[in-house]
Each structure stands twice: as C-alpha cells, then as structure tokens.
C-alpha cells in the first residue's frame, strides 16, 4: 500500500440523504461530493493522495484507533487510543429531515472529546474542488472560522478554536485538550447563512451536541420501522442503514455506491464510476427495504421509476442507468491527472454503460413493481400504462443481442439472465393484470413468456457442460443463474438447476466465495477480479432453498466475517480477503438482508443436525 492510501475496508461512511463521506480508521476524511453524490469532488484524497484533498483530525500520540457506529445510527465513532490518553470523535451528517436542525444544508460535523489524559489534536481541512482541477482561496473570517471559495461554490469551515491558513490552501490548528473538555468542527457547503458580514456564526459544545442529539434520534426513529425480527438483526439492520445512506432524498433514487474508480483489482483497469442509479440495482434494493417495512423508500424509488417510464421516448426501452435527478446523460471520460486509488488507473466518472442495452433490467423491474403492488400499496393506473409501453418495447427487442447484466464490452450476446428475466418481466405483469383487473394483452404476454422459457431450456442448457451457461454455444458458467429458484423460474431441487450449481461449485466458488464468471478476456476488459459479493449471498439462497441448510448457514456466516470492522461491504474480495471495487455498494447490502431472510425462513423449519453442522471435506 502506497503512503496515504488506506485500505478500502479501513473507511466508515456518514451522510445526509444527499450525499456522503468516507472516515479512515485515522480520522481521515478522503472522500466527499458537494452537495450531492454525483458532483464533483470536494474531498477527494481516496483517489490521489496528493491533489484530492482531505480533512483530517489526528490525535498525537494515539498508539491505535478503534471504530464503531452509535447503536442504530449512521453516527461514526473513532476512537483514538493511546498509553496515556482516550480521545473519542464523532462523525456525523445531519439528515435531510424536517426533525433535524440546519435539515436542507450539507454540512459535516466533527467533534473530538477527551475522556482520559492530555490530547494534543492536529485539525488540517485542505479541500480540492471539482476533482482537484479548481483553485481556491482561503480566507480567515470573525468567529473562528474560514471561507474556502473556489469558482463553483464555496465550503465554510466552522471552528471552536482558531483556525490558521496554509500556504497549502488548508486551514489548520494544534489544539491541547484536558479530560472533559471537547473540540468543534463543522464543515458546511455553500454556507450563506453561516457567514454574515463577514462573521463566522461561532460553532459551540451546545450546537454540536444539539445537532448530534437529533441525528440520532432521526436514525433511531428511522430504524424502528425495521420488522426484521430473524437471528441476524444486527448486520441486516447495519445493511438497512447502509442503503438508506444511498438513498438520495430529493427524488427517490438510489446510488449504487458511494464512490467512483476504486478498483476491483489491484493496479486499476476495472475502475467505473458507481454514483449513479442502475435501474437494477434500485428494483432490488425496493424489494429488501420492503421486505424489512421500509415502505416510504420503495414508494419514492416508484415515482423517480415513473418518471422515467414517462419520459422515456417512444419506441425505446428504458436505460441502464440515470443520473440521481434522472438525467439521461451521464458521458464517461478519464480524470488523467489523478493518479488514482493507490495507483490504479484510469479515474473514471461518468459510465458509457448508460448507452448499453441490458434487457434483463425489465425482469427485475417488474418483479419488484410486483411485490410492492402486492405488499405496499397498488399501482397507479398512469405506471400501469407507462409499465406496459416498456414491455411492449421488450416484446419487440427481447430476441436481440444485449450487453447483459455484468455489462462487458467484448461484443452482444443472447445471454441467458437477459432471457430468464426476460420471462421474469411478463410473468410478474400477467400476474398484476390477473390481481387488479388492469387491461393488458395477456395472451401476447403468455405467448412472449413461453417463449423466453423455452429458449432458455432448448438453447440455453449444456448437457456437456451440465449447466445453463452464459449464453447459448458458451461454455462459460455464470454466477447470475443461481438466482433460478429465487425468480420462480425453476424449482429449488430442479434436477437442471442442481447440476449448474455443482458446476458452478467446481468452477466459480473459492473457500465459499463466488466469482461472476472467469476472466479470460472474453469480456473485453483488462485484468481479473475479486469474488463477487453480491453472487455470494445468492449462493447462500440457492443452497438454502435446495435442501442444503447446513452448508447455507455456514457460507452465510462465512461471508459475515468478510464485512469490514463497521459491517460495511464493497463490491468485491480480493484472494486475502481484502475489499476491492466501490464502497459500501447497495448490491451487496441488499442480498445480505434477501439472503438472511430466506435463510432465517429455512433454519425455522429445520431442526435437524444439518442446520447446524457440515464437513467441508
């Protein structure tokens, strides 16, 4: 690891339902967008050491840090340990909420108590805006304070203590605490009413405790609308809490994670940029918030999908993926002046994966709309009309060749999770026509079905590699197919499914974990990768739902330990356990809570010895 990268999984992550930032286990802020997630890089370090920008707070003399959240919240904890002294910062967004005080500004608060011994604390804000490109001034004002400004807006940086510019374009101060006595910070962007006339609006104990106070109680109160009840409720709720944070408040969507470019192998190549909505990723995530009664979110996320059906253009499918407010624009183009997250390049932000087609999205989609129809509240009329041009769109499209849902580069194939979801897509409709009564031309929608089933058993299945493969003539194997039993498509001890998952053991899972498929180049890309957390989890519901409740509960607890220190997860896991790819990641969050409560379903109803033991020789 190159000097001033910490590890991926060495980070917490705090927000406001606009936005977030990434705390090192040193107190290290090295990542943050202002004011949302999608804008540029205000606190950007992650991604180059040098140029990015931090806010750090460091106790002298602290011989380690320990990190932990405030118990049911998404209020950071490090604590920073030393021979002679305890020194405890808390790190914190206030949410976009009514309840909260200063709700509709973005702004990071930090304070830094004593409980043992003399701290000495070293405070540098030295921010980098818009990716480290712009320049800006520092500028001391009247009560503590000081104004970075750069040409796209402005970070107002409140302090308890005196703050000194540096020739560095920071803003600094050492600082000697005793037990009981506590240090302020609030960084706030575009902070107008924080500075009046020329006076910074003075940061206290009071105010930063008032503001802690009521971020608690708002993710407190958030919290007990969760009706997990199962034996895995801590890291379910920590999920839960992790995907609220990538919620963007303003309109419903959810971002696929929190970062850009942090890289699924070391050395870069597979670097992308996730702060985007994948209308996949979202379907899912509505589908485990309303599993756990977090209905209000799954209601959200379905108008921002309404929305997109509406303005879809005529005779078109719906995207990929969109920005947060919907736009459908999102080009990709490389950041060449950051050197990237301990060296790995290219620095991405944008996705091209916006233009690909990924038939499979409507599967998902639909799936979900399903379900919150059924268990949340009924569909307008006006989504119904809008869900129906999208379908007639897949009738006519869904025998092309599409990128598919690991979106690769090397070429459109007829893959086989596109056509499975496919299937997915019409049988969930002529389930919400049959259900409201809503007009629909079923008969096309069964004749369109059929024929996705079939061709994923005629075409799809291998009897030489005994397995569906990734799509027909391939013998490649593909994690995604595990979800068969969990669609309905296939019967949980089919004889066909059983086989692909024993292929699949043979050649895609390593010490339990699961790898999407081999990289051999075929998918256009450079490099290999991590095992895929999200395929783990699904490997833990196939095992579960077949019969092999031992070995399910085993995995399932296996990949438990592989969250960080937080129970936070990214994309993927490096051969030495290490976090690789962009973090925390919905995709990983929401299987976790799917997987423990099927699991939780499984172990209820069975009391034999293989739910609790299983040789793995």
Not at 40 to 65: K, M, Y
Not at 181 to 194: C, H, I, K, N, T
Not at 309 to 318: D, M, R, V, Y
Request: charge should be negative; include cysteine.
């Amino acid at each position: 690891m190159k000097p001033g990268y910490l590890p991926i999984e060495d980070h917490g992550i705090i927000g406001d339902l606009h936005t977030v930032a990434l705390v090192g286990v040193d107190g290290t802020i090295d990542w943050c967008c202002l004011p949302r997630f999608d804008a540029p890089s205000v606190f950007g370090s992650l991604l180059d050491a040098d140029r990015g920008g931090s806010f750090s707070v460091t106790v002298h003399d602290a011989e380690r840090t320990k990190q932990m959240y405030m118990p049911d919240s998404n209020v950071l904890l490090t604590r920073f340990l030393g021979q002679d002294s305890v020194a405890e910062l808390y790190d914190f967004m206030v949410p976009d909420h009514p309840s909260c005080p200063a709700s509709g500004t973005r702004q990071i608060v930090r304070e830094v108590r004593v409980l043992r011994g003399r701290a000495v604390i070293d405070v540098c804000c030295r921010p980098a805006f818009d990716y480290g490109r712009a320049p800006h001034t520092v500028t001391p004002v009247r009560g503590a304070g000081v104004v970075f400004a750069g040409p796209a807006g402005f970070l107002v940086l409140r302090s308890s203590v005196p703050l000194e510019p540096g020739e560095d374009g920071s803003a600094r101060a050492t600082v000697t605490l005793e037990p009981g006595q506590s240090l302020e910070l609030a960084a706030q962007w575009d902070g107008a009413g924080a500075v009046r006339e020329g006076v910074v609006r003075p940061l206290d104990c009071a105010e930063a405790t008032r503001l802690l106070d009521k971020t608690l109680q708002y993710w407190d109160g958030w919290l007990r609308q969760s009706q997990y009840r199962g034996r895995y409720r801590e890291v379910v709720e920590r999920s839960a809490l992790a995907l609220k944070l990538l919620v963007y408040q303003p309109t419903g969507a959810l971002v696929a994670a929190a970062t850009t470019s942090l890289p699924e192998a070391p050395g870069g190549g597979r670097n992308w940029d996730y702060r985007y909505t994948w209308v996949r990723d979202a379907a899912f995530t509505l589908y485990a918030l309303m599993r756990l009664g977090f209905t209000e979110e799954a209601a959200a996320f379905i108008d921002w999908l309404h929305q997109r059906c509406a303005q879809a253009p005529p005779g078109t499918g719906l995207q990929v993926l969109y920005g947060i407010d919907g736009r459908p624009d999102l080009p990709e183009t490389v950041l060449e002046h950051f050197c990237g997250y301990n060296g790995a390049r290219p620095v991405r932000i944008g996705n091209a994966a916006a233009g690909q087609t990924q038939l499979d999205i409507h599967g998902e989609l639909m799936d979900s709309v399903y379900l919150y129809n059924k268990h949340a509240e009924p569909i307008s009329y006006e989504l119904w009309e809008a869900l129906a041009r999208q379908l007639d769109w897949l009738q006519k499209n869904w025998e092309e060749p599409d990128d598919g849902i690991w979106e690769t580069r090397g070429g459109r194939q007829r893959f086989t999770y596109s056509a499975l979801m496919t299937w997915v897509a019409f049988e969930r409709a002529m389930r919400i026509a049959r259900h409201r009564g809503m007009p629909a031309p079923v008969e096309q929608w069964r004749d369109t079905a059929a024929a996705a089933y079939r061709f994923v058993q005629d075409r799809c299945w291998s009897p030489e590699v005994g397995a569906y493969c990734q799509y027909p003539d391939s013998p490649t194997l593909d994690a995604s197919l595990l979800v068969m039993p969990l669609v309905k498509f296939s019967g949980p001890k089919d004889p066909r499914f059983l086989s692909t998952v024993r292929r699949i053991e043979e050649e895609l899972v390593s010490d339990s974990l699961v790898h999407r498929y081999r990289t051999d180049g075929s998918d256009g890309l450079d490099g290999g990768e991590g095992t895929f957390n999200l395929c783990s989890f699904w490997y833990v519901e196939a095992l579960a739902r077949s019969g092999r409740i031992g070995e399910a509960r085993y995995v399932f607890e296996k990949m438990i330990t592989h969250a960080n220190h937080l129970g936070l997860y990214a994309e993927e896991i490096g051969p030495a356990g290490e976090a690789l790819g962009n973090f925390p990641q919905a995709f990983t969050h929401l299987a976790l809570i799917s997987a423990a409560t099927n699991l939780d379903r499984a172990l209820a109803t069975h009391h034999g010895p293989a739910a609790r033991h299983w040789h793995t020789g």
